[in-house]
């Protein structure tokens, strides 16, 4: 059956958990989909995994939807939910609507998500008015890399878990129907977990959360750069990948591929030679 936002919630409701993987091509979303995971995120951090940025800040909304229809093009029964790339949604109401709107229809999405707390609780109700579900993102926020001076986890100090509780709590209101908690600590993923009626995804931030997202690539140990210490490998796929490829290299230049097998005939040699 199809994953919705009415999945989610009745997997919160009955102590389901719930699993999710980022996704940006429609090869692997056929995979992803044979497996049975119920969403899939088309992140932003495409500018990281696929396009080789540094960060995510220069990620575009044309970006955003060709992925996302890619994978979109992939799913019967997940939810597709697509990022609302920087500066997409943080101008105005107006803004964030039409560009939400875009990732609807040219993207093929099912939901955005979108990063912050309080301060983006009116351009939620704007996008959820139209009805357009909204996923929220809080903790470490990729996009606010730069005023969190890195990569940091959030809320370990008194002042900012209840800031954490706070957004999260207001984004419930604003109407968003599901929030993911990145780099946050595990007992206050909890405790959000516990003070939401909508659900939690996790990533980094503990076993409390209704749901666990992560970064298909670096569950399968493709994405070699870096490893955070949330991630753990459930597949040695790019050891696997750098192995055959090298294989295909030797084949090639010791002539071994194709065979005879790998190649195709003429119907009659007769028509060859009156080539010459």
Known sequence: MKNTVKTFQAMKERGEKIAMLTCYDYSTAKLLEAAGINGVLVGDSLGNTMLGYEDTLSVTMEDMIIFGSAVARGCRDIMVVIDMPFMSYQVSDEQALVNAGRLMKEGRAQAVKLEGGAAVCSQIGAITAAGIPVMAHLGLTPQSVNAFG????????????????????????????????????????SLITEKLSIPTIGIGAGAGCDGQ????????????????????????????????????????????????????????EDDLNRLY
Do not use: T, W
Not at 166 to 189: H, W, Y
């Open 213 to 268: 997202i992560l970064v298909y690539q670096d569950m399968l140990g493709m994405f070699m750069d870096y490893v955070p210490k949330f991630v753990r490998h459930f597949g040695k796929v790019g050891e696997a990948m750098v192995g055959a490829f090298k294989a295909y290299d030797q084949a090639v230049k010791a002539g071994d591929f194709p065979n005879e097998n790998e190649a195709f005939k003429l119907a009659s």
């Open 150 to 189: 890195g990569n940091r986890v959030q809320g370990k100090g008194e002042a900012a878990a209840k800031q954490l509780l706070d957004d999260a709590l207001a984004i419930q209101e604003a109407g968003v129907f599901s929030v993911v908690l990145e780099c946050v600590p595990a007992k206050l993923a």
